[in-house]
C-alpha cells in the first residue's frame, strides 16, 4: 500500500541526511580525485552495510518501544553506561564541527569571500533559531523540510554531474569490481575514510527514535511486522538516493581530476581569471582537493555557476546534517542520563563545543587547516564506531530485548 508506505515515510529520509553531511561530500571528492572511480565498490558496500545497521536499528525502536539509547539505559551497569554516553556524545560533537566547517566555507564561496570563514562560522550559530523555529511546527514539517534539502543536493550535485560527463563505463566497472588496481597508501586511506564517513555512529540512536513518531500496536504481531517492512523499504529508498548524489560527487571528481597537478589546475584557473588560481602552486605535485578547493577547481574549468550551484549543495548539506545531529544529541542524552534538557539549551551546548575550536582555527589559520579538521573528524568516526554498533547488534540478536524479532543471525 503506497498510502501507508507513505504513512511510515519521513524517519529514514532524516536518517539518510548523516550520508550527505559535509564530511561524507569531503571523503567523496578526495576518494575521486585520488583514486578515480576505482573506490566506488567500498562506497556501496559501505552504503549497503549501513543499510542493514540501520534496520536493526529502526527494528529495535519498533519492536520495544524504546530507542537505543533507552535500552543502553536499562541494560548496562553505571560505568559502561557513562562510557557509551560519552563516546556517542564525542562522535555529534565531531559531526557538528563537520558541519560548521561545511557550512562556513560554503557561505565564503557563495559570497566571493567577502564573509571570511570565521564570519561563515558565527552565522551557523542561527542553525539554533532556525532548527528551534521549524521545530515549533511538528515533526512532518520538518520532514518536508528536509526532504526539500536533500532534493536542492541532488539537483546541485546532479548538475555537477551533467556537467562533467563522467565515463560511464568506468562508473560500472568502479562500482561492480571490487579491485583497486596500483593502487598505494593515499588510496587506502581514502578507502577506510569513506567507511568512516559514511557509517556515522551516533545515527543508530537517531534513527532508533525517530521511528517511534508513528503509532504502531505493539501488542498485535501483524501490525509490528507491518512497521518493519515499511520502514524497511523506506530506508531502501532514502539510502538508494543518499547513494546516488554520493557517486554524482564522487564520479564527478574523478572524471575531471583524477592525476591533475598544480600546474594543470593553475593554467585553467589563469586563464578563466579566476582569483582563486594562487591556491594552486604551479609545480608538478599531483592536486589535492577538498570542499573549498573543490569548489574552486570546479569554478575554473567549467564556470562561475559550477562553482555557486556546488556552494549552495555544501550548504543544504551543512544545514540539513546540523539538524539532525541535533535530534541525536537530545535523544542520547534523554536516554542515557534521563536528563531532560529543553532543545535550545541542548543545541546551544553542543553547537558551543562544535563552533569554539573551529573558529579558533578559522580566525588564526587558513581553509588548508579548516578543510584539514575534517580528515580527522572522519577517523575520529570510524574509531566511534563500535560504541554504537556493538550494543544494537547485542540488544537486536536478545530474545529478551526483541522478544519474537529477535534477529538470529
Known amino acids: 500500500s503506497f498510502r501507508k508506505l507513505w504513512a511510515f515515510t519521513g524517519p529514514g529520509f532524516l536518517m539518510s541526511i548523516a550520508y550527505l553531511d559535509p564530511g561524507n561530500i569531503e571523503s567523496d571528492l578526495q576518494s575521486g ?69 561545511g557550512s562556513a566555507i560554503a557561505i565564503n564561496l557563495l559570497s566571493v569571500g567577502k564573509i571570511p570563514l570565521w564570519g561563515g562560522v558565527l552565522i551557523t550559530i542561527a542553525d539554533t533559531f532556525m532548527f528551534l523555529f521549524l521545530d515549533k511546527y511538528g515533526l512532518r514539517k520538518l520532514e518536508a523540510f528536509f526532504g526539500f534539502l ?107 581530476f583524477f592525476e591533475k597537478t598544480n600546474a594543470d589546475v593553475n593554467d585553467v584557473c589563469m586563464n578563466s581569471s579566476s582569483p582563486h588560481s594562487s591556491l594552486f602552486p604551479n609545480n608538478n605535485q599531483t592536486l589535492e582537493v577538498d570542499i573549498y578547493k573543490g569548489g574552486v577547481v570546479l569554478g575554473c574549468y567549467f564556470g562561475p555557476a559550477a562553482l555557486y550551484i556546488w556552494a549552495i549543495g555544501i550548504l543544504a548539506a551543512g544545514q540539513s546534517s546540523t539538524m539532525t545531529g541535533t535530534y541525536s544529541g537530545q535523544f542520547v542524552m534523554e536516554g542515557f542520563l534521563n536528563l531532560r534538557w529543553s532543545r535550545f539549551a541542548r543545541v546551544l551546548l553542543t553547537r558551543s563545543i562544535a563552533i569554539t575550536p573551529t573558529l579558533f582555527v578559522a580566525i588564526f589559520q587558513d581553509v588548508e587547516h579548516l578543510t584539514g579538521m575534517n580528515d580527522f573528524l572522519n577517523v575520529l568516526m570510524s574509531l566511534q564506531l563500535p560504541f554504537a554498533l556493538i550494543p544494537v547488534l547485542t540488544f537486536t540478536s536478545l530474545p529478551s530485548v526483541m522478544n519474537d524479532f529477535a534477529n538470529g543471525l
Not at 541494560?75 to 565531531?94: D, N
Not at 563505463?169 to 598505494?184: A, D, S, T, V
Not at 530506508?235 to 564527478?252: D, E, G, H, K, P
Open 150 to 256: 536533500i532534493t536542492i543536493m541532488a539537483l546541485t550535485f546532479g548538475y555537477e554531474y551533467i556537467t562533467v560527463k563522467p565515463n560511464q563505463e568506468k562508473l560500472l566497472k568502479g562500482l561492480f569490481i571490487p579491485y583497486c588496481q596500483n593502487c598505494g597508501t593515499p588510496q587506502l586511506e581514502q578507502a577506510v575514510g569513506i567507511v568512516g564517513a559514511v557509517i556515522m555512529p551516533h545515527n543508530m540512536y537517531l534513527h532508533s527514535a525517530l521511528v517511534k513518531s508513528r503509532q504502531v500496536n505493539r501488542a498485535n504481531k501483524k501490525e509490528v511486522r507491518e512497521a518493519n517492512k515499511y520502514f524497511f523499504i523506506e530506508s531502501c529508498i532514502a539510502l538508494f538516493v543518499s547513494f546516488i548524489i554520493n557517486i554524482f560527487v564522487v564520479t564527478v571528481f574523478a572524471e575531471a
Open 33 to 101: 580525485a585520488v583514486a578515480g572511480f576505482k573506490l566506488l565498490w567500498v562506497l556501496m558496500l559501505a552504503t549497503i552495510i549501513g543499510l542493514l545497521l540501520q534496520r536493526l536499528a529502526a527494528r529495535l525502536g519498533v519492536v520495544t518501544g524504546l530507542h537505543l539509547a533507552e535500552v543502553c539505559n536499562r541494560q548496562y551497569q553505571k560505568v559502561p553506561r557513562i562510557i557509551l554516553w560519552l563516546m556517542v556524545e564525542l562522535a555529534i560533537i565531531g559531526s557538528d564541527m563537520q558541519e560548521v566547517i
